[in-house]
């Protein structure tokens, strides 16, 4: 197997286990919507645009006041969204059709399952059973993972403090929850477009509301399963894309989506080593094999060239014997006819 | 003796070379940007927003920078792991690239989070297991401590610590396995970190593949970066190469271009997988779609033939060209994952651009590393071999 199969295995791999994801049933299975759990609705056929709401936020969440008092209604003309200096903020719409401009009050959405929590690599954000998704700035290291994953825009930085920046948004007023008071901006609200209850009441109040008024409503709550659920809903007349809303956020929960990547971390701890330390004994074994080859080789050939050189002397030397011989044996016929000749010449001169 | 006489010759001697003047202006732009950055904030250096919490710091100084840093996982992997020791005189190098290349991004952090200090929490004080990120710095933080063992040898050669230098040698193996697992978890995890927001990220580039993509990826960024790094270093430190370094180079250009150019045709076919998963092909006709194809086709398949056609003809120009627009094609994709194509929905004017801020500590962090690539390599046996260790191979 070449580095390249093995890659495209691997990805494999990765790929089924992204595909099954095994920590999602779990996750549903562990939430079922926190019925008990604080929520708040937000009917946007209500809303009139008073800021009343963001001024009760920025007074318990002593934030820097606006340079335009919250009187000033001009504000809602331009769109704005949450900051370090306003957790929660009021925009104008204008929705096809509609007679009216629309309001839609933008806050934290305190989701059941939080991408905000599951981004953060220091665990401070949590969802808390008040319903809240607080935030610890005693650990944030401010990597600002959270605003990339969350997908409703919300948590906001202070880019401006030197030393000490912290990840701000809204914290569903838990400090007040706990006194057993209602968000500030809820209790301010003066045309009750916001209601607090446990999530599993404000369902049913929604519910209700868009079913006693046949027409009236988008058959729908937004927040009940977007993302996994939100604890801050909205129901409304317009479709809720004209609302600034996305409405192609699935109902998946964020984790849902690191989930199959984070599955492959054992796989690949696991498989590794095993694999590479494979790879390197064959690859080890083989320069073994080769190098071992290479010494018989050369052995062989050193044999096979010294028998030959062998072979080749003693034939050369058989040959040069007999060629010796032969000519011993001339040069003794010669000397032998030599002998005669002259034996012969002698006796005739006698 | 003769690193000294070197040390002179290269700038131990004249104090006003072209590169120290520029390199100096530079460090000291740096370092007033830094003083802006921790006592006016984020906001007083950089064009970050409540919409765009990521800049070109994290862009370019992590994701491009830890990418363009697997030249030393892949190059010990193709020595040690895969047995290819031809390739040895380019582990050094490459080890001493990604050593520098991790110590720099862990450094442009510094700059980037709100507060630096604070690094080591997810580590040692609280860790947040169902973060990406924290997979991210774990393996980050492992890793930069592997290179630093992996590199060890080459400073213990230099100061003549011949006992530790010979013990660390024997865990070459163990680490660079180690290297590689780390390197596998954190290069796709970078991708994966995108994986969480699939209504902010472009559909084009949006993919379940994103942690495949980005670790493939980073293979031929990696092999790409060692041809790159290569060729500027023969052009400037030829005089620090013995004749193996030498001589081992030019196998060494060849053998990566072919590599990188058969990883970059795997990616290339993966990418249109992961078109085809997600039946994202009618987004190909759009604006982004476009744009989504010049990444792909001129800064992939471009340099994938021109490798191939490089490595057949041995035409080493064409393939150290080829690295540089490579290179280039690395940097596009993070950017297009991490900037052009992460907010795509909003509005013109909530888009993000970097500062000149920005751009000048990025800039800085880069010139850093060049001068510690320069002073480590003018003195320590990183391009020779060290005359007491001529057997490390």
């Known amino acids: 197997m070449n580095r390249r199969t093995f890659l495209g295995l691997l990805g494999a791999a990765g790929v089924s286990l992204g595909a099954s994801s095994a920590s999602h049933a779990a996750s549903a299975a562990d939430v079922k ?35 335009a008092p919250f009187s000033d209604l001009k504000v809602l003309d331009t769109a704005r969204r949450t900051s370090d200096a306003a957790f929660t903020v009021v925009n104008t719409y204008h929705p096809a059709g509609a007679q009216a401009p629309v309001f839609r009050k933008i806050q934290c959405n305190h989701c059941l399952e939080p991408a905000c929590a599951s981004a953060c690599f220091v665990k401070a954000f949590q969802k808390n059973e008040s319903g809240a998704v ?11 993972y959270c605003m990339i994953a969350c997908p409703f825009n919300i948590p906001t930085y202070e880019y401006n403090e030197a030393l000490a920046p912290r990840v701000r948004k809204c914290t569903f007023c838990e400090p007040r929850l706990k006194e057993g008071k209602l968000p500030a901006c809820v209790e301010a609200c003066p045309k009750e477009a916001l209601v607090f209850g446990k999530r599993r009441e404000i369902i049913h109040i929604a519910r209700a509301r868009i079913m006693d008024n046949p027409g009236k409503y988008q058959d729908h709550i937004y927040g009940e399963h977007e993302m996994g ?53 064959v690859s080890k074994r083989k320069e073994r094999i080769a190098e071992e080859e290479k010494r018989e080789a050369v052995a062989e050939a050193i044999a096979r060239a010294s028998a030959e050189a062998e072979a080749k002397l003693s034939d050369e030397l058989g040959k040069a014997e007999v060629a010796n011989k032969r000519r011993i044996e001339v040069e003794v016929k010669k000397a032998l006819e030599a002998a005669a000749q002259s034996q012969t010449s002698g006796e005739d001169k006698q | 003796m003769s690193d000294h006489a070197a040390t002179a010759k290269t700038g131990g001697g004249a104090l006003f070379t072209p590169f120290n003047i520029i390199a ?76 520098l290349g991790y110590s720099l991004v862990v450094f442009a952090l510094h700059y980037d989070v709100g507060r630096p200090w604070r690094l080591p929490f997810p580590i040692f004080l609280q860790q947040g297991t169902t973060s990406i990120l924290f997979e991210v710095g774990l393996c980050v933080f492992i890793y930069l401590t592997v290179l630093f063992v992996e590199f060890l040898p080459v400073a213990l050669e230099w100061q003549g610590w011949p006992r530790l230098r010979n013990l660390l040698v024997k865990l070459t193996m163990a680490l660079t396995i180690l290297g590689v697992i780390l390197s596998t978890m954190h290069q796709s995890s970078l991708g994966a970190l995108f994986l969480i927001a699939p209504s902010k990220l472009h559909p084009l580039w949006y993919s379940a593949y994103l942690p495949l993509f980005f670790f493939v990826s980073s293979i031929f960024a990696g092999l790409s970066m060692v041809i790159f790094e290569g060729s500027l270093s023969h052009r400037w430190l030829h005089h620090k190469m013995d004749q193996g370094h030498l001589d081992a180079s030019v196998q060494v250009v060849l053998g990566f271009a072919k590599a990188a150019s058969l990883v970059m045709f795997g990616y290339l076919i993966l990418k249109v997988f992961g078109l085809a998963m997600d039946n994202r092909w009618h987004y190909l006709l759009t604006g982004y779609g476009v744009w989504f194809l010049v990444e792909i086709l001129g800064f992939v398949a471009l340099p994938c033939y021109l490798y191939a056609l490089g490595a057949r003809e041995k035409n080493l120009t064409l393939i150290r060209r080829t690295s540089v627009l490579a290179v280039l094609g690395i940097v596009v994709n993070r950017f297009n994952i991490c900037l052009v194509a992460f907010n795509w929905q909003l509005s013109a004017a909530d888009r993000y651009f970097p500062s000149l801020g920005e751009i000048g500590v990025s800039v800085f962090v880069v010139t850093v590393g060049l001068i510690a690539f320069k002073f480590i390599t003018t003195r320590m046996p990183v391009f020779h071999e060290h005359p007491d260790y001529p057997d490390h191979h």
Do not use: Q
Request: aromatic letters at 10%; charged letters at 15%; glycine letters at 14%.
């Open chain 1, 33 to 67: 919507g926190l019925p008990d759990s604080g929520a708040v609705l937000f009917d946007a056929t209500r809303c009139i645009g008073c800021r009343k709401c963001e001024e009760a936020c920025n007074a318990v969440n002593e934030l820097p006041k606006p340079a």
């Open chain 1, 134 to 144: 607080s935030y610890d700035a005693s650990v944030c290291v401010g990597c600002r």
């Open chain 1, 229 to 281: 659920g939100t604890a801050w809903m909205t129901i409304s007349a317009a479709p809720f894309r004209e609302l600034g809303m996305r409405e192609d956020l699935g109902v998946e929960t964020a984790g849902s989506y690191t989930a199959g990547a984070l599955s492959a971390v054992p796989v690949v701890v696991g498989m590794w080593p095993v694999l590479l330390g494979g790879i390197y004994a």
């Open chain 2, 24 to 99: 100096g202006v530079i460090v000291l732009i740096g370092l007033g940007l830094t003083v802006m950055r921790f006592t006016g904030g984020l906001a007083a250096v950089t064009n970050l927003t409540d919409y765009n919490p990521w800049g070109i710091w994290i862009a370019f100084d992590l994701l491009c920078g830890v990418a363009l840093a697997a030249g030393g996982y892949t190059t010990s992997a193709a020595c040690y792991i895969f047995g290819l020791k031809r390739y040895h005189g380019a582990v050094r190098p490459a080890i001493l690239t990604a050593f």
